[in-house]
């Protein structure tokens, strides 16, 4: 009996090991997806904000700061979700034939060519491999280009043309134009 003692211990610790090797393993699987699965609501809301906000500088600025996650506009937060900025989100707008359409100088004609907006994180910083800390086990995956299409909505306008101006009232989050 006595060449038997401490057999039990040396069977759990090698049990346990496996056991919690397995166990921060799903952990941190979970994690990965968790973080995978915030990136892509983000794309998709930012995208969400872009098909009603509109083409302008000013409204790309609110469709980056909607997509990090970031404070109200004009807020001093620099950083947003997972260390993300705004200089890490793309704001495209396509026409219902694939191609891209030009914003910069936005006219009722480039609204009405607009059948699509695309919201897409160019960097992701440190993120572009989510590395699993899973003890004795060094495994990274590569993340995806994560983007987001919707079609496009009002693009900001509340009506096709404002009275008092004559020319067409768009409108975002109660800032209009």
Known sequence: ????????????????????????????????????????????????????????????????????FDGAPGDS????????????????????DGTQADTTTPNSATYDSIAFV??????????NNIRLLIPGVSVAFPVPTIATTLPSESLGRISPVNPSTGSPTRCCYGVCT
């Open 118 to 127: 695309r919201v897409q994180i160019l960097s992701l910083n440190s993120l």
């Open 1 to 68: 009996m006595k060449t038997q003692r401490g057999a039990a211990m040396v069977e759990f610790a090698l049990i346990a090991l496996l056991f919690f090797m397995i166990l921060f393993g799903i952990i941190e699987f979970g994690r990965a997806f968790f973080t995978y699965n915030t990136l892509v609501e983000a794309t998709r809301r930012g995208a969400r904000v872009a098909a009603v906000c509109p083409v302008s500088a000013a409204g790309q600025t609110m469709v980056q700061q909607a997509t990090i």
């Open 77 to 96: 937060q620099t950083t947003g979700l997972l260390g993300l900025t705004t200089a890490d989100v793309q704001v495209t707008y396509w026409k219902s």
